[in-house]
């Protein structure tokens, strides 16, 4: 159905930007990326995260540092790069001239 088509568009557009401003937060770990992303009710399974962490790291725009845990092996947490940072600064400002764009386009239909 292209409505399905359309959302789901629409929620990977942003997937990398939200992914991005969870990671500016500090050191993130895979599976709180995905609870902060389910409770900003965007749902995302790990067969979708982890390539698309692999591929903002091979962008230049994450790093990563392994942590031993207590309870299991070594996890992976994520950090922006300065390249991450500066390219998230770049997505808010378009994210806030898209916005205002949208949201003009909804009051003028009205």
Same mark, same amino acid.
């Given at each position: 159905?292209?409505? #399905? ?5 629409? =929620? ?11 990671? @500016? *937060? ?12 389910? *409770? ?14 692999? =591929? ?11 942590? #031993? @845990? ?10 922006? @790069?300065?390249?991450? =940072? ?6 808010? *400002?378009?994210?806030? #001239?898209? @916005? ?8 003028? =239909? *009205?």
């Amino acid at each position: 159905m292209i409505i #399905e088509n359309t959302q789901t568009q629409m =929620r990977k557009g942003i997937l990398e930007y939200c992914i991005l401003s969870i990671i @500016s *937060k500090g050191e993130t770990y895979a599976s709180d990326i995905i609870a902060d992303l389910k *409770k900003s009710q965007m749902l995302v399974v790990e067969g979708t995260l982890y390539p698309l962490l692999t =591929r903002l790291k091979n962008n230049g725009l994450l790093t990563y540092n392994w942590v #031993e @845990s207590t309870s299991g092996p070594p996890r992976k947490y994520y950090v922006l @790069s300065p390249e991450g =940072r500066a390219v998230l600064e770049q997505l808010d *400002k378009t994210w806030q #001239e898209l @916005s205002l764009a949208v949201q003009t386009a909804l009051e003028n =239909r *009205k």
